[in-house]
T-cell receptor
């Protein structure tokens, strides 16, 4: 059965800390791995990863994929209170509809 | 960037009534849209894949007679919760893929619809 496992489930840090969020997966017919940030409403897209070892960066956020060990990490440096959110990892199937298999998310709280 | 609009964003209804939620892709055509349900502090649960011009594909455990999906055009999919009951209260989110974009087509989400059944 396809599954995506995120860890930790929740995390509390202080502003300025660096955090690493983990996402491991067992999915047949892998196409891509995606990271989303969810605050109050729908998720907002962060990264899409398809190739191993190539880091994607956006400001203080970065992510990398390891297709051999079947995991990805999302790093956030110099955290701010606005980074508080649920971070969701999803793996996309390569089938016709390319549906996503979702992890349960990591709830991040950044305290001032 | 591509935008997906979902309406209504918030609805309260009485038990036994039906509620329709719309999902529109505003500046791109989407042959496939996805409907998700999310319970508090839980991840998104895929309910069904909506295919333009054909029947939706439902995930295991999702009642297709309960959650009617219609994808009548390339920019509109609707989810109707029929004979709603309090246990149907949830946050429903749709997404659509912009298949014309490079890189495989980014998935865009609607703002979600919070359904409360009294």
């Amino acid at each position: 059965e396809d599954k995506v496992v995120q860890s930790p489930l929740s995390l509390v840090v202080h502003e300025g800390d660096t955090v690493t969020l983990n996402c491991s997966y067992e999915v047949t017919n892998f196409r891509s791995l995606l990271w989303y940030k969810q605050e109050k409403k729908a998720p907002t897209f962060l990264f899409m990863l398809t190739s191993s070892g190539i880091e994607k960066k956006s400001g203080r956020l970065s992510s990398i994929l390891d297709k051999k060990e079947l995991f990805s990490i999302l790093n956030i440096t110099a955290t701010q209170t606005g980074d508080s959110a649920i971070y969701l990892c999803a793996v996309g199937h390569a089938g016709n509809n390319r549906k996503l298999i979702w992890g349960l998310g990591t709830s991040l709280a950044v305290n001032p | 960037g591509a935008v997906v609009s979902q309406h209504p964003s918030w609805v309260i209804c009485k038990s036994g009534t039906s509620v329709k939620i719309e999902c529109r892709s505003l500046d791109f055509q989407a042959t496939t849209m996805f409907w998700y349900r999310q319970f508090p502090k839980q991840s998104l649960m895929l309910m069904a894949t909506s295919n333009e011009g054909s029947k939706a594909t439902y995930e295991q455990g999702v009642e297709k007679d309960k959650f009617l999906i219609n994808h009548a055009s390339l920019t509109l999919s609707t989810l109707t919760v029929t004979s709603a009951h309090p246990e149907d209260s949830s946050f429903y989110i749709c997404s659509a893929r912009d298949q014309t974009a490079s890189g495989g087509g980014e998935l865009f989400f609607g703002e979600g619809s919070r359904l409360t059944v009294l």
